[in-house]
């Protein structure tokens, strides 16, 4: 069965510090990959999304960036937080292809930026 | 730009009960619909799927879909204090990714 790994759980970090967060799907392959954040009382923003190794979609403008180093693993970064930075970081995969599939999520990384 | 508009609630009944959660989106090409549940503090878990018009059940939970409406609906039957969360709709086209709303804070009262 397929499990996706997400980690750091929670992380407080302070303004203008580095961030990396890392995700790894097993029992796949060639998985699409994708990095949401939801802030405080509001809905998932999908900030980035992956379909293959090195391919990285941007969906928002910001200060974040997104890598695919290998086929399952994706990371989330940034050179300098913000404080509108802090968010609960959700990472999901699903199979590719046209129709359907459902995203599944990791436990995602409560992120306090101070 | 694809929208996916639910209610925000809370929406609250009592033990036992039905609860009816509502979601509308904008892309008429939509095609693949979904149902997550989340748990304060938690990730959101997958609970429905639903692709054709009309209604597909699984267990005490139904999701109805109207895609002449762009409409998606979720019925929770007997409802239970475990069920209080948020329900998240989501929305796929084709290659697009998920769309999701805002969600619908649900508190079931015992």
């Given at each position: 069965s397929q499990t996706i790994h997400q980690w750091p759980a929670t992380l407080v970090q302070p303004v203008g510090s580095p961030l990396s967060l890392e995700c790894t799907v097993e029992g796949t392959s060639n998985p699409n990959l994708y990095w949401y954040r939801q802030a405080a009382g509001r809905g998932l923003q999908l900030l980035f999304y992956s379909v293959g190794i090195g391919q990285i979609s941007s969906e928002v403008p910001q200060n974040l960036s997104a890598?695919?180093?290998?086929?399952r693993q994706f990371i989330l970064s940034s050179k300098k937080l913000l404080l509108s930075d802090s968010g609960f970081y959700l990472c999901a995969w699903n199979t590719g292809g046209f129709w359907n599939t459902e995203a599944f999520f990791g436990q995602g990384t409560r992120l306090t930026v101070v | 730009q694809k929208e996916v508009e639910q209610n925000s609630g809370p929406l609250s009944?009592?033990?036992g009960a039905i609860a009816s959660l509502n979601c509308t989106y904008s892309d008429r090409g939509s095609q693949s619909f979904f149902w997550y549940r989340q748990y304060s503090g938690k990730s959101p878990e997958l609970i429905m799927s639903i692709y054709s018009n009309g209604d597909k059940e699984d267990g005490r939970f139904t999701a109805q879909l109207n895609k002449a409406s762009q409409y998606v609906s979720l019925l929770i039957r007997d409802s239970q204090p475990s069920d209080s969360a948020t329900y998240l709709c989501a929305v796929r086209s084709g290659y697009s990714t998920l769309t999701f709303g805002k969600g619908t804070?649900?508190?079931?009262?015992p």
């Open positions: 890598s695919r180093p290998q086929d | 009944v009592p033990e804070m649900l508190l079931v009262s």
